[in-house]
Nanobody
C-alpha cells in the first residue's frame, strides 16, 4: 500500500498551492482520509479530514476558510487546496488513510501514511 503526496513547494505569503495524494495497490474509497503537517520542532498536527464519500469534512481552526479538502474516489486521490497561505503554514504535509470511514483528528486513527511533501511559505 502506498500513498504518494505531491504538489508541495515554495510560495510567497498570500499565495496558493494544491496538494494531491494518490493511493496505489488498494482502494481507499471506504476510508476516511486526512492531511496532517509537521513543522520543525513541533508535533505532527491534524490539518483536514474528509469522510469516505466526501460528505463530511473537518479542519483545524487555523486553516478554516483558507484550505479545502476534497477527494475523487474514482481516481483514488485526495486533494488539499491551500489558499491565502501564511508563513506559519510552512511544514511537511502528510496524507493518511483512516482505519474507518470517518476521518478523525487523532493520528492514531490512521493506518497508512504518505511520505510527506514540503510546503514552504516565504514572507
Amino acid at each position: 500500500v502506498q500513498l504518494q503526496a505531491t504538489g508541495g513547494g515554495l510560495v510567497q505569503a498570500g499565495g496558493s498551492l494544491s496538494l494531491s495524494c494518490a493511493a496505489s495497490r488498494r482502494t481507499f474509497s471506504n476510508n476516511g482520509m486526512g492531511w496532517f503537517r509537521q513543522a520543525p520542532g513541533k508535533e505532527r498536527e491534524f490539518v483536514a479530514g474528509i469522510s469516505w464519500n466526501g460528505g463530511f469534512t473537518s479542519y483545524t481552526d487555523s486553516v478554516k476558510g483558507r484550505f479545502t479538502i476534497s477527494r475523487d474516489n474514482a481516481k483514488n486521490t485526495v486533494y488539499l487546496q491551500m489558499n491565502s497561505l501564511k508563513t506559519e503554514d510552512t511544514a511537511v504535509y502528510y496524507c493518511a488513510a483512516a482505519l474507518l470511514p470517518m476521518a478523525p483528528r487523532d493520528s492514531s486513527g490512521y493506518r497508512y501514511w504518505g511520505q510527506g511533501t514540503q510546503v514552504t511559505v516565504s514572507s
